[in-house]
Structures are given as structure tokens and as C-alpha cells.
């Protein structure tokens, strides 16, 4: 077995708690990977994609699970900047990703109108799934974070009028036998830039090549409203957060559950 690299010592001592704990404590509390996986791990080319990778390279390491492990990154028609910056980074951090085009963005500027956004993620999450199904995988891992989920759950209250949150584990509906499943769901982002900067290691944003993107101006909104709230509550976003694990059904008028609606009245006696 190889030595730590620097960055991957900094991992298990000085972000220990915040990131290695995290994932870690994650993996156990929602069940994420057992023994006889085969886990693909997706890089997109951003910090987040990136971190996880090593935490998963690093979970590799420990004799507590059997599994194994692949990085596949989706490359939709980056532009030569941001798919070099992406190799560089992955050479940079020893991760043996296997690169697939799938000419995403021409598609979308052919044929999607106006905000393709939702269009866009679905086609890649189809590709990822397929591209892991051939590879033998029985799981896809996301890289959202503690923040991703916080900036969901109230998006889909303030844009979509609903209480949805982002879930730790989801069984796809299109491929029976893969879980998507999201390792970094208790890790915070303010953690992964500071070990990405303290290492200076540069990555790309989203790399969209699309003239909108209608999805990350909606989360920059959210995401600086947060930060604004926290100024005034220290533990709003902790808050948001436990909010989606601690719903009383006996106070919701209004719910959908296995694609039915129920009622806090449907059994109400007068």
C-alpha cells in the first residue's frame, strides 16, 4: 500500500473531524456501502466530486468493508479548459477516473428551449446509471453536500411549494439493481474548500457551456440567504436540516406517500 500523499494525510489528521468523521459517520448512519459493493464514483470536475473521491480511496484503506471502487466522470461537452483542468486535478490526486462523452450540451442547445436545466440533469443521471451498470456497479455515488440538501429543502419550498428534501440513499426507478447514494450528506462545504485551499488546488464550477443555467442562480440565492440567517441564528442551517428528520405527520394538512394523498382529515370523526 501506497504512503499518504500530503493532501491525503491532511484528510485523516487536520480535517479529520470535520471531513473524514463526517463521511464516515455518514456511510454508517444511513447505510450507504456494505460489504460486496462495486461503487461508482462520479467526478464531475468540482471540489465536492473531488473530496469524495479520496474520502472513498481512504475508506478503501480500512479492513472494515469489502468493496470496491471506480471513478467515472460524464464529460457532456466541456469546453478544452475546464476537461484539462479536470484531468489535471485527477492525475494531481491520483484518481483513476474513466472519462465518457456523451455530447450532452450539443443536444440541449438543438433541442431544449429556453431553461434546460432540468433536462440536463436527467440526461445526466441516465448516462451516469448506464455508464455504471456497465461497469458492473450496484451503486452510483453523488457528491452533495450538508449544503446541497439545506439549499434544496428550501427551494423546493420557495420555487416548488413543496417540503421535499434531497435523501441520502434513493433506489433508482429506471435501474432495479442501483442505489444512488450521497456519502457527503454530513459533510459541510466550508470544510472542503478550506483543505482544497490550504493544498491550492484549483477545480471548475459546474462547466456548463449552456447560455442559462436558471438552477445555480436559484441556489446562489438560497445559498446567500442562508449564510445571511446564520448571521442572526447560529444553528439555522443545522436546523434546516434537522427539520426533514423530525416531521409530526399529526401537524401536516397536506401529504403524498407512495404516490397517494393523504389528509390530516381523511380520518377525522365529527
Known amino acids: 500500500m501506497k504512503p499518504h500523499t500530503p493532501f491525503e494525510r491532511d484528510?485523516?489528521?487536520?480535517?479529520?473531524?470535520?471531513?473524514?468523521?463526517?463521511?464516515?459517520?455518514?456511510?454508517?448512519?444511513?447505510?450507504?456501502?456494505s460489504n460486496g459493493d462495486k461503487v461508482a464514483v462520479t467526478i464531475s470536475g468540482?471540489?465536492?466530486?473531488?473530496?469524495?473521491?479520496?474520502?472513498?480511496?481512504?475508506?478503501?484503506?480500512?479492513p472494515e468493508l469489502d468493496f470496491e471502487l471506480v471513478f467515472i466522470t460524464m464529460d457532456p461537452g466541456f469546453n478544452q479548459i475546464?476537461?484539462?483542468?479536470?484531468?489535471?486535478?485527477a492525475e494531481k490526486l491520483d484518481i483513476p477516473v474513466i472519462i465518457r462523452e456523451?455530447?450532452?450540451?450539443?443536444?440541449?442547445?438543438?433541442?431544449?428551449?429556453?431553461?434546460?436545466?432540468?433536462?440536463?440533469?436527467?440526461?445526466r443521471r441516465g448516462f451516469l446509471y448506464n455508464f455504471a451498470k456497465e461497469l458492473g456497479c450496484n451503486k452510483?455515488?453523488?457528491?452533495?453536500?450538508?449544503?446541497?440538501?439545506?439549499?434544496?429543502?428550501?427551494m423546493n419550498m420557495f420555487y416548488a411549494g413543496s417540503f421535499k428534501t434531497m435523501l441520502p440513499k434513493v433506489k433508482s426507478e429506471n435501474f432495479e439493481d442501483i442505489e444512488l447514494i450521497r456519502p457527503l450528506y454530513l459533510v459541510h462545504e466550508k470544510d472542503i474548500k478550506r483543505i482544497m485551499k490550504a493544498n491550492d488546488i484549483v477545480t471548475m464550477g459546474c462547466g456548463c457551456e449552456l447560455a442559462t443555467c436558471?438552477?445555480?442562480?436559484?441556489?446562489?440565492?438560497?445559498?446567500?440567504?442562508?449564510?445571511?440567517?446564520?448571521?442572526?441564528?447560529?444553528?439555522?442551517?443545522?436546523?434546516?436540516?434537522?427539520?426533514?428528520?423530525?416531521?409530526?405527520?399529526?401537524?401536516?394538512?397536506?401529504?403524498?406517500?407512495?404516490?397517494?394523498?393523504?389528509?390530516?382529515?381523511?380520518?377525522?370523526?365529527?
Open 140 to 154: 452510483l455515488a453523488l457528491g452533495h453536500h450538508f449544503d446541497d440538501v439545506i439549499e434544496t429543502t428550501l
Open 11 to 33: 484528510i485523516i489528521t487536520t480535517y479529520k473531524k470535520d471531513l473524514w468523521g463526517n463521511f464516515i459517520k455518514g456511510i454508517k448512519k444511513y447505510q450507504l456501502v
Open 46 to 62: 468540482g471540489k465536492d466530486s473531488l473530496i469524495m473521491a479520496k474520502l472513498f480511496q481512504e475508506l478503501k484503506r480500512h
Open 214 to 270: 436558471d438552477i445555480t442562480s436559484k441556489r446562489a440565492t438560497t445559498k446567500k440567504l442562508i449564510a445571511e440567517l446564520k448571521d442572526s441564528f447560529d444553528d439555522i442551517d443545522k436546523n434546516i436540516f434537522r427539520a426533514a428528520e423530525n416531521v409530526n405527520l399529526d401537524s401536516i394538512v397536506r401529504w403524498k406517500q407512495d404516490g397517494d394523498v393523504h389528509t390530516y382529515y381523511d380520518d377525522w370523526e365529527d
Open 102 to 123: 456523451s455530447h450532452t450540451f450539443d443536444i440541449l442547445r438543438k433541442h431544449a428551449e429556453g431553461k434546460p436545466c432540468y433536462l440536463c440533469a436527467r440526461m
Open 82 to 89: 475546464n476537461l484539462e483542468l479536470l484531468k489535471e486535478n
